[in-house]
């Protein structure tokens, strides 16, 4: 039984995309470093925050850096954000 003219020029289609088709790249590698850092950073900003509000005078470094604590705080915690989306 003879072959429709689709199936020829499906067939050439492939054949052409085969030769033409550049190697594919590999994704990198797994990131398994990422969450634990994640996570980590987030709590560090998070409890920056908290020990601030409760105890911020009565330490002295923390007394010294004034409303600069509340910057720091959420800087840590935007930045785990950051680091989140290396993850794959």
Request: hydrophobic share 45%; charged share 20%.
């Amino acid at each position: 039984m003879a072959e429709s003219k689709v199936r020829k020029k499906a067939g050439a289609r492939k054949q052409r995309d085969a030769q033409t088709s550049t190697p594919r790249v590999k994704a990198p590698g797994s990131r398994r470093w990422v969450p634990p850092v994640f996570i980590t950073v987030g709590l560090l900003g998070a409890a920056w925050l908290v020990i601030y509000y409760i105890a911020g005078r009565q330490i002295p470094f923390m007394g010294d850096l004034g409303n600069w604590n509340i910057l720091i705080g959420m800087g840590l915690m935007a930045s785990s954000f950051v680091i989140a989306t290396q993850w794959r």
